[in-house]
């Protein structure tokens, strides 16, 4: 048997075929990957540490957050690499959520922060490597 991941609607789909361009949008949207939903969904993400933070937007018209009101077995493909770990939820009112709040801000200054929303916090496998992942400051790492 074999698992499919369902990408939802035209929009989504054309975002994970932008994310495969050499240029553009790989550096901020990473393809999120979960099973329960089968879902592949593009996602804004910062890198912080062996984490990485997606946000939530508008918590209260999506659903697929909720599969990490637990800890879940989550992949997400940042720049040219595929990250494996577990992803939980952080809600709103704890010191744990003002961080990510900062390191996603810092990632993406441009995008307004609502205070409602939840993050996904995936903590990274340590065979999962975060070298080619954007860093947290949003700046592109130049080669040494």
């Known amino acids: 048997m074999s698992t499919r991941n369902d990408t939802p609607g035209f929009g989504a789909a054309a975002t994970l075929v932008a994310l495969r361009l050499p ?5 901020r949207i990473g393809e ?5 939903w089968g879902s592949t969904l593009p996602v ?3 890198c912080s540490g ?8 508008h918590a209260d018209r999506t659903t697929w957050w909720r599969t990490f009101r637990s800890p879940h077995p989550v992949s997400i493909r940042t720049g040219r690499s595929r990250l ?3 992803g939980r939820v952080v809600m709103p009112g704890t ?4 961080m990510l709040k900062a390191t996603y801000q810092r990632a993406h200054p441009r995008r307004q922060a609502w205070g409602s929303d939840p993050y996904v916090l995936i903590d990274v496998d340590r065979r999962s ?3 080619g992942a ?11």
């Open 84 to 86: 494996t770990g577990t």
């Open 50 to 57: 062996g984490s990485v933070v997606v946000r939530v937007d």
């Open 32 to 36: 999120l990957r979960f099973q329960g």
């Open 129 to 131: 490597s975060l070298r």
């Open 23 to 27: 240029v553009g949008l790989r550096r």
């Open 134 to 144: 954007a860093p947290a400051t949003g700046r592109r790492r130049s080669a040494a």
């Open 95 to 98: 010191s744990e959520y003002e």
């Open 44 to 46: 804004p993400y910062a």
